[in-house]
């Protein structure tokens, strides 16, 4: 077999090492700009969230506490379809949707009746959430119902909903209780703070296994 020629091989790099050369410089002024765009769109976002109605209503939209999720997360609607062996049919007919519809009786009007119950709801779970946690942490049980979420514990580092100022901010906590949890704020120092309002800094470590 002939042995590869120098000169060919050297050609070979240096055009190999030239193409590289081209890429990057066209590359570059792609990048610069991509910087520049998210630069830009940082700014927005931070200009945005500058307002007190917009910091509020991103509260309400994407902040859940560690105890609430799995309940806000849960559909009984779903539930009722997967109870029936409906829940994996991508799509219904007429006929099947009348038949749900008239099994899951008459729709509730949304009233201050409605939503008093439902906060009732609300307020029982927690407390039934709170019951098996201390008794976790007591170690009269061992482990969790799937559908909970893993408690918070020392150490934890949590966003935390500041009972003066009412404004999200980062933080880790010191010690918990039965409903509250002692944080210790990056830049407001130490203060109680109802479990409801300690979202974990990483939601996803604290999902629920049935989730």
């Not at 945005?48 to 109605?53: A, M, V």
């Not at 009732?120 to 927690?126: E, G, M, N």
Request: glycine share 4%; charged share 35%.
């Amino acid at each position: 077999q002939k042995p590869p020629n120098r000169r060919k091989m050297s050609l070979k790099k240096s055009l190999q090492e030239r193409a590289k050369s081209s890429e990057t410089t066209q590359d570059k002024p792609h990048n610069d700009e991509k910087i520049s765009e998210h630069k830009s769109l940082k700014e927005k976002v931070l200009t945005c969230l500058s307002c007190p109605l917009v910091r509020r209503r991103c509260k309400f939209e994407w902040f859940y506490s560690a105890i609430d999720y799995p309940w806000f997360a849960k559909m009984e609607f779903i539930d009722y379809l997967n109870h029936v062996g409906l829940g994996y049919v991508p799509r219904l007919t007429r006929l099947e949707w009348s038949v749900i519809k008239s099994s899951l009786g008459r729709p509730r009007r949304f009233s201050k009746r409605f939503i008093q119950e439902e906060r009732d709801k609300l307020k029982q779970y927690r407390e039934s959430v709170r019951k098996h946690y201390t008794e976790l942490r007591a170690g009269v049980k061992e482990g969790l119902p799937t559908d909970l979420a893993r408690p918070l514990s020392v150490g934890n580092r949590v966003i935390a909903i500041h009972p003066k100022t009412r404004e999200i901010c980062d933080g880790k906590i010191l010690s918990v209780d039965h409903n509250k949890c002692n944080i210790l704020f990056d830049e407001l120092g130490v203060d109680v703070v109802m479990d409801i309002d300690c979202m974990p800094l990483n939601p996803l470590e604290y999902m629920p296994e049935g989730l």
